[in-house]
């Protein structure tokens, strides 16, 4: 069996599961409160912190991995190699300062400046490239109360709508990284050729499902004689399915596969034309 850490709590651990579980692969625990779980045929979940996750992966105690790309940079390891961006746990890791602050960017700090952080490596390797020497405060999480308390002046911490800086009196002065949650794998693990093709597998069910839940499959009854204008709202990959409706032959039924963010532009065209009885679903899974 091969292993994927899965993080057991926090921000990534539902969507993570979620994801594995519509493309086919949820977890089977043999107890409450298990922390390792059958996962389909061929992997064994192991329940972990996400911050654990990369260092976990690179010392192949887990041959897979999901979690934060920005706790994959931290790691810095090379036995890591990512294997997809899974879109979602979405921010970004920012220098802020506060807001009374004069600092207007990352090049401008002072020789010496103290920065709170639970990204240490990521810190220290941005500041040094941008030739700024800087004294890293390292904390667990609450990085914004640190400069208030006098034991820091900055911050490098994460943030996605960046209303937690603010309220605690915090102004972005500079992004490190954009970050969202990865699959991950051991380099090393990859060359046995059983564990490659599992990892295909792996990442093809669940692009699968990302792919699946950027479309939608829409079905609607049109007038046959406006077919060809029908065509042309609804290109698809290779066109609209058009099946016979059991009538005179006025109506036909018309299904495609459109983006999810046109549903309604379609769904107002289809309208124009005519029209009648529009159905739209959503898609499990889709493969090319
Ligand atoms: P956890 O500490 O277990 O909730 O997971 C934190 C991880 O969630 C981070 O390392 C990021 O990859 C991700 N994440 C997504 N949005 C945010 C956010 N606004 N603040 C902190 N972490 C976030």
């Known amino acids: 069996m091969l292993r994927i850490a899965i993080p057991n709590k926090g921000r990534l651990s539902e969507q993570a599961l979620e994801l594995l579980e519509t493309a086919g692969l949820k977890p089977e625990f043999r107890a409450d409160r298990a922390l390792v779980a059958r996962l389909g045929d061929s992997f064994q979940a192991i329940f972990v912190r996400a911050q654990d996750i990369p260092e976990f992966v690179a010392d192949g105690a887990a041959e897979f991995g999901i979690t934060g790309s920005d706790l994959v940079e931290e790691a810095h390891r090379d036995e890591i190699t990512e294997l997809l961006d899974l879109g979602f746990g979405k921010c970004r890791l920012v220098v802020a300062a506060r ?9 401008d700090l002072a020789p010496g400046t103290r920065v709170a952080t639970s990204f240490p490596g990521i810190a220290r390797r941005f500041f040094q490239e941008l030739g700024v020497e800087i004294q890293v405060v390292p904390v ?8 208030h308390l006098g034991v820091a002046d900055i911050i490098v911490d994460l943030t996605s709508t960046g209303s937690t800086l603010r309220v605690n009196g915090l102004r972005e002065i500079g992004t490190i990284l954009h970050s969202s949650a990865r699959i991950i794998a051991n380099g090393e693990a990859l060359n046995v050729e059983e564990t490659r093709r599992s990892a295909t597998e792996l990442t093809n069910a669940v692009e699968s499902v990302l792919r699946a839940s950027r479309k939608r499959y829409l079905m609607a009854n049109v007038p046959r004689a406006k077919l060809d204008e029908v065509r042309s709202v609804l290109p698809g990959i290779s066109g609209p399915t058009i099946v016979d409706v059991l009538d005179q032959g006025t109506w036909v039924a018309a299904h495609a596969v459109v983006e999810a963010d046109q549903v309604y532009q379609t769904i107002t065209r289809l309208k124009e034309l005519g029209a009648e009885g529009i159905l739209v679903t959503r898609i499990e899974r889709l493969m090319p």
Not at 102 to 107: E, N, V
């Open 99 to 107: 807001d009374e602050s004069s600092l207007k960017a990352p090049g």
């Open 140 to 147: 667990s999480g609450a990085a914004e109360i640190a400069p």
